[in-house]
């Protein structure tokens, strides 16, 4: 099985995808970390502190693999089975980046990503056909949101209704 975990920074995936991958003995690659080492970037980005994935690159890497799990923020470019959008209040995401040290600008440039719904939105243009998970993890623990992986997974698909504009 194909598993991408997509979402906003800090919205949980590294932690997500850990617990998923020991659940279904499927390898984990992190996005970030996978670019730089297998250089699946184009370019470094010096304004961003980022390296600017080479899509190609990184569709190319995943081509002959069937079972595995790729969690980061472009996940959702990768051919799969399943896609997953972790989504969480976002002041989940103001608390936890500023925990980890994120200067103001990047912090807010985050914080209306998951607003705006950033991510879903690009996951659902992306969408293939494969089965979609959109779920709100707020007030769910890890583990609670690996359950309503594997139980939307069985099911064919999840999409929880969540709108961070609304009230
Ligand atoms: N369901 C949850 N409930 C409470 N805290 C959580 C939950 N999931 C993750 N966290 C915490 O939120 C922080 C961010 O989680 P994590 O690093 O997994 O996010 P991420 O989506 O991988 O971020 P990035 O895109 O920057 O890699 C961590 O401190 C983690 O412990
Ligand atoms: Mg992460």
Redesign the pocket.
């Known amino acids: 099985m194909r598993i991408v975990v997509t979402?906003?920074?800090?919205?949980?995936?590294?932690?997500?995808?850990k617990i998923l991958g020991d659940r279904f003995k499927l390898p984990v690659y992190?996005l970030?970390e996978l670019i730089k080492e297998e250089k699946l970037y184009s370019f470094y980005d010096r304004n961003r502190d980022s390296y600017a994935v080479d899509i190609e690159k990184l569709t190319r890497f995943f081509a002959d693999k069937d079972n595995f799990i790729a969690?980061?923020?472009v996940a959702h470019y990768i051919p799969c089975d399943v896609s997953v959008v972790?989504r969480?209040n976002p002041e989940?995401i103001q608390e936890?980046?500023k925990?980890?040290n994120y200067n103001e600008e990047k912090i807010e440039e985050n914080v209306e990503a998951e607003r705006i719904a950033f991510c879903a939105t690009e996951a659902f243009e992306n969408f293939e056909g494969q089965t979609f998970l959109h779920i709100n993890?707020t007030e769910?623990?890890?583990e609670?949101?690996v359950n309503v992986i594997i139980e939307g997974i069985e099911r064919g698909g999840v999409v929880e209704e969540i709108d961070w504009l609304e009230g």
Do not use: Y
């Open positions: 979402g906003t920074p800090g919205t949980g995936k590294t932690t997500v995808s992190n970030s969690e980061g923020l972790l969480v989940a936890r980046l925990e980890r993890t769910r623990t890890p609670e949101i």
